[in-house]
């Protein structure tokens, strides 16, 4: 008998951003899978098996949920914030792809809160108006796709949430999107660096982009780059919905 597979988000980091819905599905579910942080942020209890894996084993952990499914379980695959955003949703239905006999599982898709509308939300409201989102791990893309996409973005003055800016690994690469940025003749736009948000070490602070610093960002923290018509007002920032034709 066929089971069902959740692909569910669990939000920024803080347990009161989980949505009710993503909350029954653990509850209800035999097997979760997910990258081991955030498998472990999902409480244990009698009947529930994790299965945490490394985060660059994405297609791997996909199959074998799928096929955990196919064999009866009713199995959650979690990823922080909302699943079809840099996580693992597409990678669920790239693996179906490849398989045929995986079409006709029960499968749905929980959205959650993103780390970028909780951060938005935290500072005020920089993504007001239209925006865009870029993932600066060049894990599974190139470099020169990330510099191209960043200065597009800038060229058409988005505000621009930067996922993944800096890891212990590549500390390199927020310092070159920084100077993309600055090339673009972006200097004085608004920053703003979101780190843990929503847990009890959230630290937000919005700087000018000619004052941002690579070391001001790690794998925890979101940044916002404002369009040229983000602003102030009092501690909080936003872009607003009205623009000049």
């Known amino acids: 008998m066929s089971g069902r597979l959740t ?4 939000g920024p980091g803080g347990s009161q951003l989980i949505t009710p819905e993503v909350t029954a599905a653990l509850a209800e579910a035999t097997d979760v899978f997910g990258y081991g942080p955030y498998v472990a942020r999902v409480e244990p209890r009698e009947g529930l098996v994790k299965h945490a894996s490394d985060n660059k084993e994405e297609l791997k952990r996909a199959r074998e949920a799928l096929s955990m499914a196919e064999a009866g379980r009713d199995v959650v695959l979690v990823s922080s914030g909302d699943p079809g955003v840099f996580a693992m949703a597409a990678a ?3 693996a179906l792809e490849e398989d045929s006999r995986w079409h006709k599982l029960d499968i749905r898709v929980l959205p959650g809160i993103t780390a970028m509308l909780a951060a938005a939300a935290s500072a005020g409201a920089p993504l007001g108006h239209d925006f865009c989102a870029i993932n600066l791990s060049d894990n599974l893309k ?8 960043l200065q597009l973005a800038s060229q058409a003055d988005f505000a621009i949430a930067l996922y993944n800016p800096r890891s212990k690994a590549r500390p390199e690469g927020f310092a070159k999107a920084l100077d993309v940025l600055r090339e673009a003749s972006c200097g004085e736009r608004l920053v703003t660096f979101a780190r843990a ?3 009890q070490d959230q630290c ?3 700087v000018t982009l000619s004052e941002a610093r690579p070391e001001m960002a790690d ?5 916002i780059v404002g369009s040229s018509k983000t602003r102030r007002a009092g501690k909080w920032v936003y872009t607003p919905r009205r623009t000049e034709s």
């Open 92 to 94: 669920v239905f790239e």
């Open 204 to 206: 937000i602070k919005t």
């Open 197 to 199: 948000v929503s847990t």
């Open 219 to 223: 794998m925890r923290t979101v940044v």
């Open 7 to 10: 692909i569910a988000g669990l």
């Open 142 to 149: 190139p470099w020169a796709l990330i510099e191209q996409r």
